[in-house]
């Protein structure tokens, strides 16, 4: 059950990083910028460590390049 929750909430945060690296993007900021921005949020919302960080972002850029679809 532990890993049942810990994937949706995953997922969840995964779906909200992408909604703000989406405004980002639109709003025409280099996606460079868009990726250290993410780090921040990651920073300040759930005190992410660097590797889990490293590891969303990849998922981040997975999703943004359509090899990974996100289902929630």
Known sequence: ???CAH??????????LLIIAKKEIDSGKDIDL???ILEGEME???????TTK???I???KKILANQYVLTV
Do not use: A, G, N
Request: aromatic letters at 18%; proline letters at 0%; a positive charge.
């Open 7 to 16: 994937t949706w909430r995953k997922k969840l945060r995964l779906q909200e």
């Open 58 to 60: 990849e998922d981040i």
């Open 54 to 56: 490293r590891q969303y």
């Open 44 to 50: 300040l919302r759930w005190r992410f460590v660097q």
């Open 1 to 3: 059950m532990t890993d």
């Open 34 to 36: 868009v990726y250290e």
